[in-house]
């Protein structure tokens, strides 16, 4: 069973991922044991999450208003529901 990964991608924390539920709680009981390792990881989520795209709100208001305005101009010109994507700006 793989796991969700997109958030710890997204943080910049790609060694938080693990491949089962098993692998997931061995992972969380080392960390428990290695408060300098937590803390780190931590620490680079704090730094993280202002430096990436997942907390940027004004980045994520302008990708949701030009995908409900593609919606809404298939809407008008009589197309059906279509995937949109939205590029990065």
Known sequence: MKL???LL??????????????AYERFAVELAANPARLAEIRRRLADNRLAGPLFDTRLFTRHIEAAYTAAYER???GLPPD???VRRS
């Open 4 to 6: 969700p990964t997109s």
């Open 9 to 22: 991608r997204a943080v910049d924390l790609p060694e938080l991922i693990t491949e089962t539920p098993q």
């Open 75 to 77: 809407h008008l010109a």
């Open 83 to 85: 995937h949109i994507e």
